[in-house]
């Protein structure tokens, strides 16, 4: 099976430079464009700039059950930049949605990132933004997944990843009786097998809040120089910034599920899985490559899986990286869109640059796909990537002349 190149973590993770100025305090409240304030359908936004109101901030897990949307996640990867803008969206008094943003010259961009996004919100949310800072030209949004087409916007967007969700029953058994027969043969297959040989395998299972620091500390290293050395083995790159593993360590000491596998009391494999709101992320899940045989990095993950299923969790994310063992686990790929939305037609014909990036970025990752799909040699796609970009630089061409 073709495997895709793991793309880089979501924008939220890197620092973005300029981005915001000196900090003030004002609130908005607006409705929709037509809507009526005492349309009790109408979804009511309000507008707090460099602010995160502790209720928004819970109502974000709450809402998107998403690592990368949460605010203490960015709170741990974006601690030098001012605190960001939140939109806060109501109906009926309820909150239905949080997003936050900062404004970087000309553009708003979105922090609030793999969630998905519906078109009530998204069409409510720009007009607010737009309507709150007039020299806004654009709207940006970072993997997101979108349900179903937006319209009545003026956009640009492609997919470049995707998200995989496992939806999770209620109970263990339901899960191992929805998987594939084959999927569950080779589960017990090498489960029993290993067991077999290795009496004193052991798999443990802790919450994070409850390890020390220098045991997690330790087995995140270790589990780490795993990924690494199996990434080796499939001539791919796997590192861990010591900022990272602060960041991960800290995600797993505030809500943490830790399941270890251990032979001979010596850790051989496990995987890290943080919380939030009903769901659960997988953030590492690797073995010892000597005990590839056993297919024992599949069987952490699964075990892990049913780790969430015991404790209640409603979805279990695997993230980005086409690899066939989320599919075999009901993985669902959701797509990752990155997304532009224009204040208007007349603004988006006056960003040629923009237009023209996003257009040339849809191109590439639509190649990709089709490369991938067809499972084409790496000599042979780095040909065809060739005539690829030679072809579209052609096209450019007379609009270069022209200018």
């Not at 009903?278 to 005990?291: H, R």
């Amino acid at each position: 099976m073709a495997q895709l190149t793991e793309p880089s973590l979501p924008h939220s993770l890197a620092v973005s430079p300029a981005i915001d100025d000196a900090p003030t305090v004002v609130t908005a409240f607006s409705t929709p464009n037509g809507a009526s304030r005492s349309s009790v359908d109408a979804i009511v936004s309000e507008i707090h700039e460099y602010e995160v109101p502790a209720f928004a901030a819970d109502a974000l897990d709450r809402l998107h059950g998403s690592l990368y949307a949460s605010f203490r996640h960015l709170a741990l990867c974006d601690a030098a930049r001012p605190t960001p803008h939140t939109w806060i969206g109501y109906r009926r008094g309820e909150v239905i949605g949080v997003l936050l943003f900062r404004m970087r010259g000309l553009q708003a961009v979105v922090l609030t990132e793999m969630i998905d996004l519906g078109q009530e919100v998204v069409t409510e949310f720009c007009r607010a933004v737009f309507s709150r800072f007039a020299y806004a030209e654009v709207v940006c949004f970072n993997a997101v997944s979108i349900p179903r087409p937006l319209s009545g916007l003026v956009l640009q967007q492609y997919v470049f990843s995707e998200n995989y969700v496992i939806a999770l029953p209620e109970r263990v058994d339901d899960y191992v009786d929805a998987l594939g027969k084959s999927t569950r043969k080779t589960l017990r297959g090498y489960g029993n097998r290993l067991r077999r040989d290795h009496r004193d395998f052991r798999w443990e299972v802790s919450q994070g809040p409850g390890m020390r620091c220098d045991g997690l500390r330790r087995l995140i290293r270790q589990l780490q120089a795993f990924k690494r050395a199996s990434m080796a083995l499939r001539g791919k790159r796997a590192e861990l910034s010591r900022r990272d593993c602060a960041r991960m360590m800290q995600l797993m000491l505030q809500s943490g599920l830790i399941g270890i596998a251990r032979i001979d009391g010596r850790v051989c494999g496990g995987s890290l899985a943080c919380r939030v709101g009903d769901n659960y992320v997988m953030l590492l899940s690797a073995a010892d490559p000597a005990l590839e045989s056993y297919r024992l990095g599949m069987l952490c993950c699964f075990w892990s899986v049913c780790d969430c299923i015991r404790i209640g969790a409603r979805e279990c994310h695997l993230l980005w990286g086409r690899y066939q063992y989320k599919t075999q686990l009901l993985g669902q790929p959701r797509a990752l869109y990155r997304l532009a939305i224009y204040r208007s037609p007349l603004q988006m014909a006056l960003s040629p640059t923009s237009v023209l990036s996003m257009s040339w970025m849809s191109a590439r990752y639509r190649l990709r796909d089709w490369l991938l799909a067809r499972d084409i040699g790496v000599s042979r796609r780095l040909q065809l990537a060739r005539q690829f970009v030679r072809a579209a630089l052609d096209r450019l061409q007379p609009v270069r002349g022209k200018n």
